[in-house]
């Protein structure tokens, strides 16, 4: 259960031209999704307008075969949407809550938006991905750096398309960030239970966070204390990082044995569109 765009590979309601593994949008106008959805006796896609506006036209095609040999148990397709805004300080926001069944992550795509005075020249992606399976509890299996270095770049991030990773849209361009993600040649695998979260960390030099209104100070990671210039402004071109509030928006796609979990209702629709009409900076 997933709102339209955000299903297809784009947060934040924005079309954008582009092609992955799994969806492409060719032109900027329509959406397609090549991820294989394996069914026993019968399927059933529905699509639900809750905007105020009428949807004069929608064309859909849908492929698919039947009598195939399919594997006992089978693992069922799965896409769940989510979104926090804003988020909680060392919280990290959750990808995926917690699944306890038999799988495969197949990954995500992820919208941020920097909040207040956090946003440019500060850098958003200094959170790492984490992935806790079959069982993790303090410490997961898979964890990553960097939330650029999740979609395979570094050193800050811009935009791109390939094939299972990219970026869709930027802060500088678009006022947002919105990347993706997918696990298709290497495969995350669980076999009792899956988790997967994205710490909320951002990062600045000393010379910008000094330029910051006291009420928006943040705590550093460092040594756990809100920064003060006169203990942690001696070198100006020092790097800090800081855990800080984000609109966070994901959709996560993966495979699992029955029984499917039981999430809680999407957000209203009213909530789900807050704070799409920004501009960029």
């Not at 294989?36 to 095609?61: G, H, I, T, W």
């Not at 079959?134 to 990553?144: F, I, M, N, R």
């Not at 395979?152 to 993706?180: I, M, P, R, T």
């Amino acid at each position: 259960e997933a709102p339209l765009q955000d299903f297809f590979g784009i947060p934040w309601g924005r079309q954008v031209k582009f092609e992955s593994a799994l969806f492409s949008n060719p032109e900027g106008r329509s959406f397609n999704c090549s991820i294989p959805m394996p069914f026993r006796k019968e399927a059933r896609l529905s699509v639900e307008n809750q905007s105020p506006k009428d949807c004069s036209a929608f064309f859909y095609e849908v492929d698919c075969t039947v009598g195939d040999r399919l594997p006992e148990p089978l693992a069922y397709f799965h896409a769940r949407y989510r979104r926090e805004n804003p988020t909680t300080p060392k919280k990290d926001f959750e990808i995926l809550p917690q699944v306890k069944a038999k799988g495969r992550f197949l990954g995500c795509n992820v919208g941020v938006r920097p909040m207040g005075k956090l946003g440019e020249p500060f850098w958003f992606g200094e959170g790492e991905m984490k992935i806790y399976v079959d069982g993790d509890e303090q410490y997961p299996t898979l964890v990553g750096t960097g939330t650029e270095d999740l979609v395979g770049s570094a050193w800050g991030l811009g935009k791109f398309n390939h094939l299972y990773q990219g970026c869709l849209l930027s802060e500088k361009e678009d006022g947002v960030w919105g990347f993706y993600r997918y696990h298709v040649p290497d495969p995350v695998y669980f076999h009792q239970s899956i988790r997967v979260t994205l710490q909320q960390m951002a990062g600045g030099t000393t010379s910008q966070l000094r330029n910051l209104p006291p009420s928006e100070l943040p705590e550093l990671v460092a040594d756990h204390k809100v920064f003060n210039s006169a203990t942690h402004g001696q070198q100006e071109g020092a790097w800090h990082n800081f855990e800080a509030p984000q609109d966070v928006s994901c959709t996560a796609y993966w495979y699992q044995t029955l029984p499917a979990p039981v999430f809680p209702a999407l957000e209203p629709y009213s909530e789900r569109i807050r704070n799409l009409g920004f501009k960029p900076r």
